[in-house]
Nanobody, 124 residues
């Protein structure tokens, strides 16, 4: 079955960096675009970034553009999220997800499989 397992979360100070990883299994990895979402307490899950099947194109939420970078390694079935210049408002549980549609979707309804999430906490 499809499995997505996130890792790399933690507690860092504002201005710091974190790198999240997502290990995928149970499907042909290179056939799917993948994305990262996040959900803060009391808020809806929101789009962070998405990357195409080849890794040649990506899309970002305005709130993270220029600070975060999504990448993937199709040989290792891994997707990554490098997060720099972190802010307290980046605090959330971060989820890796597999798309069900083509292109670079941003809506959670366009993603059919999700990981369990990893907590990211940014202190001020």
């Amino acid at each position: 079955q499809v499995q997505l397992v996130e890792s790399g979360g933690g507690l860092v100070q504002a201005g710091g960096s974190l790198s999240l990883s997502c290990a995928a299994s149970g499907f042909t990895f290179s056939n799917y675009a993948l994305g990262w979402f996040r959900q803060a307490p009391g808020k809806e899950r929101e789009f962070v970034a998405c990357i195409t099947r080849s890794g040649g194109d990506a899309a970002y939420a305005d709130s993270v553009k220029g600070r975060f970078r999504i990448s993937r390694d199709n040989a290792k079935n891994m997707v990554y999220l490098q997060m720099n210049s972190l802010k307290p408002e980046d605090t959330a549980v971060y989820y890796c997800a597999r798309t069900t549609s083509s292109g670079l979707p941003r809506r959670a309804t366009n993603f059919g499989s999700w990981g369990q999430g990893t907590q990211v906490t940014i202190s001020s």
